[in-house]
């Protein structure tokens, strides 16, 4: 019950710089009360509440997991396995993205249906899904992360300059939603967790590094689905 | 309060269908690929 005391103040400690910039601008910059307070208060309550249990959740159940996963990948040694598993854990949890449904449905409406939401969540997801495969096989094979960084962002360039200008600013956009909530820790995990169990590498210099691998992949696709249909 | 609890009822499912391919993908590699049970599945 100690635990749950210090790990709930733990995670109220997490929010306080956020709190603090919020009332610094309500109060000395906008210089006007709260209408609602108390709303407000229950809101930080459940915001608080739900950060200590997205934590406890990640260190009892996905970190372990996902971990545990990659360690008997490696074990049985079957390297298609592996990309497969990778690549259909960054599908999965890019799909399941609430953000990225929401940017999707946005667009559909903007385009007025030239851009279908479902389409555009299954193009992102391809893309998160073969950059984290290709980020897995990084790890196996013990190449520099900056190298394949490079060359996805070069890629995305000379994407740039062919893609219509509408959707350019939407595929960047999506990049950054393909690294959120669900995506994140299992991600981590699998890299961490390969990472220490391969014979020669470091948890640090290669374990990390594969949450990278999501971002310039779906730019890509993206803005092929965009060459494609506007 | 009600329409307050609807709506966290509602976020729940939303939430859970979510996941769902998530867990989906897990549960299918570790039983069907690795073809073991999970670790602890207490925690």
């Not at chain 1, 079957?78 to 854990?89: G, R």
């Not at chain 2, 509602?10 to 859970?16: C, P």
């Given at each position: 019950m100690k635990?749950?005391?210090?790990?709930?103040?733990?995670?109220?400690?997490?929010?306080?710089p956020l709190v603090s910039v919020l009332l610094f601008f309500q109060i000395f910059v906008i210089g006007e009360s709260f209408q609602?307070?108390?709303?407000?208060?229950?809101?930080?309550?459940?915001?608080?509440?739900?950060l200590f249990l997205f934590m406890r959740g990640l260190e009892a159940g996905?970190?372990?997991l996902g971990e545990s996963m990659a360690h008997s990948f490696a074990a049985k040694g079957?390297?298609?396995?592996?990309?497969?598993?990778?690549?259909?854990?960054g599908y999965a949890t890019t799909i399941a993205e609430p953000a990225l449904i929401a940017i999707a449905n946005k667009a559909e409406i903007i385009t007025e249906g030239k851009l279908s939401a479902f389409?555009?969540?299954?193009?992102?997801?391809?893309?998160v899904a073969s950059g984290i495969a290709v980020g897995t096989m990084r790890i196996i094979l013990g190449h520099p992360v900056h190298y394949y960084v490079i060359t996805g962002y070069t890629l995305v360039m000379i994407m740039t300059l062919f893609a219509p200008n509408e959707i350019i600013g939407l595929a960047y956009d999506l990049a950054g939603v393909t690294t959120s909530t669900v995506t994140v820790p299992l991600v981590t995990a699998l890299g961490v967790g390969l990472a220490s169990?391969?014979?020669?590498?470091?948890p640090l210099v290669d374990g990390f590094g594969l949450i990278a691998f999501a971002a310039p992949t779906p730019m890509i696709t993206v803005m092929a689905y965009g060459i494609a249909v506007l | 309060m009600i329409e307050f609890l609807n709506t966290l009822v509602?976020?729940?499912?939303?939430?859970?269908r979510d996941v769902a391919p998530v867990l989906a993908v897990v549960l299918f590699f570790q039983f069907a690929v690795l073809k073991q049970s999970l670790p602890n599945p207490k925690k």
């Open positions: 635990n749950f005391f210090y790990l709930f103040f733990k995670s109220f400690l997490d929010v306080v609602h307070p108390l709303e407000y208060l229950l809101g930080l309550f459940l915001v608080v509440f739900g996905l970190f372990p079957n390297i298609w396995w592996l990309l497969i598993f990778a690549a259909s854990i389409t555009l969540r299954n193009t992102v997801a391809i893309g169990s391969i014979a020669g590498r470091n | 509602a976020d729940f499912l939303i939430i859970l």
